[in-house]
């Protein structure tokens, strides 16, 4: 019920795809991860467009690719999958893509060491046979140790994109119940943390209809186990994608409302805090609402806002609320107007299948134009050096922009700007002479390689570039498999700052990068930030919800946020940085 079809057959091509690689068919792995990458991320269920015969239409899924997808639909297993599954140890499969690791080394230990189990494997890490193999060394089985440690960390949470799905599934199943008054997801969820551990839900119900909707919700698809039933409070454990998650639902009245909205989103801290300030008030706070202490009476708890109104504080965004600063600021009635995802007029980091993308800028255009309320959006493709993803070298790169320039003229609209990812090389050089991106409206600069050294001063070297308007993904992390490259992130906001260049928040849910701690450095610092989705496909389009999360998490508003300002603005912060180093604009 819960799970999409999608991520379903997604998560079986993926497997299918390591597969392939530990056999070292590599021409299928990226065939199938590809194909896993555009079914998860289509805007709707693959049942649709089959039905439609738009999945003709969709690149990256051949007729080979087709007949297993319908066949998992009519049978509900692929066939290819559970032959392919015999060939390679079962636990290896989830590991190929953790750093330290891959196919070729996970080869060497199976044939070598004949290690097969995940537990072995560790066992041997630990005892040192792995290291003694050829081309092995304490750094290396160091490196593997981290890996699994981060891999076994990020199996326990889920990332905040996934689990907003899950909880907008849920809400809307539990919500088919006419007895549910209100509903909302409360916890880290609503706080909008990068990963999340349970799923809280909340809902208002009348005493008399408390059992039925427990009933309900305890007999949902995907309920595993039942840990808790009652009343007032039920929890259950859900088996999603081959993974364990606990979700809790509490039933609270009319008049405990907000009281319990407060209370359930947390932070502990802020609450604690918050808790501190109704005591020397004279006032007590728990999930029920707010009470004298000395006379036990109910003075509010209806609504959020009367419970921070009732001890003098402006109400409190539910992503500020970390107990670092916001109840100050809440106390003196500062507390600013984030950023909002209304207030986004476009997207400016998107590929197309000019590169690694998965929709032609035609199909990008029509489908952007149909579904948001955009102003513009960028086409941002691969430079050159990214071989892996087709990068555009000089005489490419103009093709693109001829036909970026056609479709505006077929549609009579400057809504496709164009732009460029283009690689910041090791010595900080990019790999597109500046003639080339003097063409263009929009630069990304983006480190992809070399995540080992200190690219800190690789990225300084990038921004001192007239024609470098942001820099990708900053920090070069991905939650659960890498953590962010060495750089001195103070001293990037600092180059930032003084180059004139944005730095870019990617929505990519893996990615979330800045996070929420530069994000609110570049606001103090006054550092211009852009969100974008680094779309590879239309279904990436949606993860911009995350991206405006992420900045809210670091009180971004309006003004610190570029892409919530018009072209002609856009265009300013461009030419400002052009000027500054002394190129003439138009």
């Known amino acids: 019920m819960y799970q999409n079809i999608n991520k379903e057959i997604a998560n079986i091509f993926k497997k299918m795809a390591a597969i392939y690689e530990?056999?070292?068919?590599?021409?299928?792995?990226?065939?199938?991860?590809?194909?896993?990458?555009?079914?998860?991320?289509?805007?709707?269920?693959?049942?649709?467009?089959?039905?439609?015969?738009?999945?003709?239409?969709?690149?990256?899924?051949?007729?080979?690719?087709?007949?297993?997808?319908?066949?998992?639909?009519?049978?509900?297993?692929?066939?290819?999958?559970?032959?392919?599954?015999?060939?390679?140890?079962?636990?290896?499969?989830?590991?190929?893509?953790?750093?330290?690791?891959?196919?070729?080394?996970?080869?060497?230990?199976?044939?070598?060491?004949?290690?097969?189990?995940?537990?072995?494997?560790?066992?041997?890490?630990?005892?040192?046979?792995?290291?003694?193999?050829?081309?092995?060394?304490?750094?290396?089985?160091?490196?593997?140790?981290?890996?699994?440690?981060?891999?076994?960390?990020?199996?326990?949470?889920?990332?905040?994109?996934?689990?907003?799905?899950?909880?907008?599934?849920?809400?809307?199943?539990?919500?088919?119940?006419?007895?549910?008054?209100?509903?909302?997801?409360?916890?880290?969820?609503?706080?909008?943390?990068?990963?999340?551990?349970?799923?809280?839900?909340?809902?208002i119900a009348d005493d008399e209809n408390r059992m039925k909707i427990m009933d309900y919700f305890t007999s949902l698809p995907n309920v595993e186990e039942i840990l808790v039933k009652g009343p007032k409070k039920s929890s259950v454990i859900l088996k999603i994608d081959d993974n364990e998650r606990q979700v809790d639902l509490r039933i609270f009245k009319d008049d405990e409302w907000g009281a319990a909205l407060q209370y359930f989103t947390g932070s502990k801290q802020h609450n604690v805090h918050l808790r501190e300030i109704a005591k020397e008030k004279g006032l007590k706070i728990n999930e029920y609402g707010v009470y004298k202490v000395d006379t036990e009476e109910k003075i509010a708890g209806e609504t959020e806002k009367s419970v921070y109104e009732s001890v003098g504080m402006q109400w409190v965004p539910p992503e500020m609320r970390e107990d670092t600063g916001e109840i100050e600021l809440a106390l003196e009635h500062k507390i600013p107007k984030l950023v909002e995802l209304k207030d986004i007029k476009g997207d400016m980091h998107v590929h197309s299948t000019w590169t690694d993308g998965a929709n032609s800028i035609k199909d990008i255009y029509e489908f952007v134009r149909n579904n948001y309320k955009y102003e513009y959006i960028v086409i941002t493709d691969h430079s050159k050096s990214v071989r892996v993803a087709h990068g555009l070298d000089e005489q490419k790169l103009i093709e693109e922009i001829k036909e970026i320039e056609l479709i505006n003229k077929m549609y009579g609209l400057d809504f496709l700007k164009k732009g460029i990812e283009v690689d910041i090389l090791v010595d900080g050089s990019l790999d597109l002479s500046d003639e080339a991106l003097s063409r263009l409206d929009w630069v990304v600069a983006s480190v992809h390689t070399h995540f080992s050294m200190d690219n800190t001063e690789r990225i300084i070297k990038a921004m001192e570039n007239p024609y470098v308007t942001c820099i990708g993904h900053p920090t070069g992390r991905i939650i659960g498999s890498r953590e962010p490259y060495p750089v001195d992130m103070d001293k990037v906001i600092k180059a930032a700052k003084e180059t004139g260049t944005a730095l870019e928040i990617n929505s990519q849910p893996r990615r979330m990068d800045l996070n929420d701690k530069w994000i609110r450095k570049c606001v103090e610092e006054d550092v211009m930030m852009v969100i974008s989705t680094d779309s590879h496909n239309l279904g990436n389009f949606a993860y911009m919800e995350i991206g405006v999360s992420l900045a809210r998490r670091g009180w971004a508003t309006k003004k610190n946020i570029l892409n919530t300002k018009s072209w002609k603005e856009v265009k300013k912060f461009v030419n400002a940085k052009r000027k500054k180093f002394g190129v003439k604009t138009k």
Not at 99 to 119: N, V, W
Not at 164 to 173: A, P, T
Request: glycine fraction near 8%; proline fraction near 4%; aromatic fraction near 8%.
């Open 22 to 203: 530990f056999l070292d068919d590599k021409y299928r792995a990226l065939a199938y991860h590809r194909a896993a990458q555009i079914i998860e991320s289509l805007p709707d269920d693959i049942r649709h467009y089959i039905e439609t015969g738009k999945i003709y239409k969709i690149r990256g899924i051949g007729p080979s690719t087709l007949l297993k997808i319908e066949e998992y639909i009519k049978t509900g297993k692929i066939q290819k999958y559970e032959e392919l599954k015999k060939k390679v140890p079962e636990d290896f499969i989830e590991l190929i893509d953790l750093p330290g690791f891959g196919p070729k080394t996970l080869k060497r230990i199976y044939e070598d060491l004949g290690i097969s189990t995940k537990e072995e494997l560790i066992k041997a890490l630990k005892d040192g046979r792995i290291e003694q193999l050829p081309g092995f060394g304490p750094k290396k089985v160091e490196n593997m140790l981290k890996g699994l440690q981060m891999y076994e960390i990020s199996k326990r949470r889920i990332l905040l994109w996934d689990a907003l799905q899950l909880s907008k599934s849920l809400v809307n199943e539990i919500k088919k119940l006419k007895e549910v008054k209100k509903i909302e997801v409360v916890g880290s969820v609503r706080r909008r943390k990068e990963t999340i551990g349970d799923i809280d839900i909340l809902v």
